[in-house]
């Protein structure tokens, strides 16, 4: 069994609460700017920020530990290309037949369509992998637990993080994701989450006009 061992938390620091104040006043004002795009530019951006947007998700909570999420990061037009066929064929299926009409109704403010020439355009595709279980080395099965809120969380992180950057995103999440699988050669202990679009809004980007809850229609205090 191993042993738990500890070490004192250095890197907690306490703010003065009037900063404390400001901090978190001035982190929702940022954070009230992020907007789901779906125009991106071809311009590129650094690696390096990428690598950073990722260290930060994998900075984040997670069952146990496990850490049980995997990036894959695209930029090979090829790969772009076949993601893009691949998901342009279930979106078809889905907005022609296998989506309710409640849900095409719900979806028509955001004027979302069959097509998805930002998987292209955009610089960065970021395939974020759910590992339902681990693999050890010798091929056994690790339990993970609490896959799906650890890596809800982490890609959370990441949108921030992506948004801190001065970057946009997209979460989409194609209507069937196995492909995924095959076209990046992932693993089958790894289910397709979401796929983050990452890059600079093209030039005249529209977003549609929706509004946020208010704190008291999303939080009660007792
Ligand atoms: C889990 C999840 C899945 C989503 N899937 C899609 C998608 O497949 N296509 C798309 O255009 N937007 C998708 N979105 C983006 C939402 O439509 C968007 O977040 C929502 O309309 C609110 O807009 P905002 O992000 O600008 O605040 C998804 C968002 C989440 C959190």
């Not at 690790?142 to 995103?169: P, Q, R």
Request: glycine share 4%.
């Amino acid at each position: 069994m191993t042993k738990a061992e500890f070490s004192s938390f250095t890197d907690y620091y306490e703010y003065p609460q009037e900063k404390m104040k400001k901090r978190s006043a001035e982190f929702y004002v940022e954070m009230k700017r992020r907007r789901t795009v779906r125009q991106f530019s071809n311009r590129p951006v650094p690696r390096e920020i990428i690598d950073d947007c990722l260290k930060t998700a994998a900075t984040a909570p997670s069952g146990a530990n496990m850490q049980p999420w995997s990036f894959v990061v695209v930029t090979d037009a090829v790969l772009k290309r076949q993601i893009r066929k691949e998901a342009e064929k279930t979106e078809r299926e889905f907005y022609g037949k296998s989506a309710s009409r409640q849900w095409v109704e719900n979806l028509k403010p955001l004027g979302t369509n069959e097509h998805k020439p930002f998987l292209e355009v955009a610089p960065y595709l970021i395939v974020i992998f759910a590992q339902r279980y681990g693999l050890l080395p010798d091929g056994n099965k690790k339990s993970h637990y609490y896959v799906n809120e650890s890596v809800g969380i982490a890609t959370g992180m990441l949108i921030a993080a992506v948004h801190h950057a001065g970057l946009v995103c997209l979460t989409y999440t194609p209507s069937k994701m196995n492909f995924l699988n095959q076209v990046l050669s992932r693993p089958s202990n790894e289910k397709p989450f979401l796929l983050l679009v990452v890059g600079y809004p093209a030039k005249d980007t529209v977003v549609p006009e929706i509004a946020k809850k208010s704190l008291k229609d999303v939080a009660k205090f007792f």
